[in-house]
Nanobody, 123 residues
Framework: QVQLVESGGGLVQAEGSLRLSCSASERTLSSYTMGWFRQAPGMEREFVARIVWSSGSTYYADSAKGRFTISRDNAKNTVYLQMNRLKPEDTAVYYC????????????????WGQGTQVTVSS
């Protein structure tokens, strides 16, 4: 079973930037779509962005459009989420996951999940 490990989270001021990374233990991602999700305290896990590994096609939640960029590095077997102009409402634990189901934005159609990385944006 592939393992995903996120990194890059931290504390940043509003309007700042962070780049999250998601590294996979196996080179099996080329046939999949990878997604980033986030979960704030007391909230459901929500979709942020996804990328089709083979084509590079991307799709973003409205909250991420224009500020976040998802990308992948084939050589490093890693997916990135570049987050710019961060807002306090972006504060959450960010997770990456591999899509295994039919839906692109439903967390239930993704497996496995990484352990998450905390992003905190101060005002």
């Amino acid at each position: 079973q592939v393992q995903l490990v996120e990194s890059g989270g931290g504390l940043v001021q509003a309007e700042g930037s962070l780049r999250l990374s998601c590294s996979a233990s196996e080179r099996t991602l080329s046939s999949y779509t990878m997604g980033w999700f986030r979960q704030a305290p007391g909230m459901e896990r929500e979709f942020v962005a996804r990328i089709v590994w083979s084509s590079g096609s991307t799709y973003y939640a409205d909250s991420a459009k224009g500020r976040f960029t998802i990308s992948r590095d084939n050589a490093k077997n890693t997916v990135y989420l570049q987050m710019n102009r961060l807002k306090p409402e972006d504060t959450a634990v960010y997770y990456c996951a591999r899509r295994t189901g039919l839906a692109y934005s439903n967390p239930r159609d993704y497996d496995p999940w990484g352990q998450g990385t905390q992003v905190t944006v101060s005002s």
